[in-house]
């Protein structure tokens, strides 16, 4: 690694799958084209994480995993806040129960608490501590790992999770960040990105194809647990005189080399 590369920001991201005839969707939305991160493109639900997402005072309020060891619980716990903040979906449940929130309980919830979180006004322990909630954390599989290449000014290191969205629940924008959204399958947003229909950036797209792997949302989630995740860290070659990102063979995704493109980010 470079030893003038720019520091990793932590950051999680997260694929929420629905069932689809003949094949599963998955959530994505459109950033706003004023947002200094992807802007304009297609991506999934995501960001950096925040203090209060790995704090010890919120252990009690995490459900399903082993809290002391488990080395993703702050991700986790970001990328559960990330799809509540940018898309109304909450994997949470009340404390001491095995269901999820009920539709009647988001209602308030989203009233009470996501604009707060989305303006910083509070954080994942204020709600679940108010609230009195279990975060659902067994719920968010780890699906790949990918760090922003060395040459660009902004990286992060991001983990890319996946996750059933629950049925009664109704995944919305939030108008903020984000300014569309869509459920889509990852064959139709590929075509698309052929078809320059929508911006895609590299590591979206190689989720995309990896997602498109599985035709339900099982098959997913089970590729998703049996999965070695490695690493995914892409650089640049220049060949036949243009510059190609390219990434290592072991990483488990398809070897597809892309132009150099300005927007790189994970």
Same mark, same amino acid.
């Given at each position: ?192 990105? &052929?078809? +320059? /229909?929508?911006?895609? =950036?590299? !590591?979206?797209?190689?989720?995309? #194809? ?6 339900? $949302? ?21 060949? &036949?005189? +243009? /510059?190609?990102?390219? =990434?290592? !063979?072991?990483?488990?995704?398809? #070897? ?6 300005? $927007?790189?980010?994970?």
């Amino acid at each position: 690694m470079s030893e003038n590369a720019a520091p990793l920001i932590a950051a999680a991201t997260v694929l929420l799958v629905r069932q689809a005839e003949p094949q599963l969707q998955v959530f994505m939305v459109a950033r706003h084209q004023q947002i200094d991160f992807a802007s304009g493109a297609l991506v999934f639900p995501g960001g950096k994480l925040e203090k209060a997402d790995g704090a010890e005072q919120l252990i009690p309020f995490i459900g399903g995993i082993d809290v002391a060891k488990d080395e993703l619980r702050a991700f986790r716990v970001a990328a559960i806040r990330e799809a509540f903040e940018e898309c109304g979906v909450l994997l949470a449940r009340a404390r001491g129960e095995k269901t999820l929130v009920s539709p009647a309980r988001l209602k308030q919830l989203e009233a009470d608490w996501r604009g707060k979180l989305v303006k910083n006004e509070a954080s994942i322990l204020d709600m679940v501590m108010v609230e009195n909630l279990e975060l659902a954390a067994d719920l968010m599989l780890p699906y790949s790992h990918w760090l922003t290449p060395t040459f660009m000014k902004k990286r992060f290191d991001t983990w890319f999770f996946i996750a059933q969205a629950p049925d009664d629940q109704l995944a919305v924008h939030d108008g903020h960040e984000s300014v569309d959204s869509v459920w889509i399958s990852p064959a139709e947003a590929l075509a698309d990105l &052929a078809a +320059r /229909k929508r911006t895609i =950036i590299y !590591p979206t797209r190689l989720n995309l #194809m990896l997602l498109d792997e599985s035709k339900s $949302v099982a098959q997913a989630l089970d590729a998703s647990r049996a999965r070695q995740i490695k690493p995914v860290l892409p650089w640049i070659e220049e060949s &036949a005189g +243009r /510059k190609w990102l390219k =990434i290592a !063979p072991d990483t488990g995704f398809p #070897m597809i080399d892309s132009p150099v493109d300005p $927007v790189m980010r994970p």
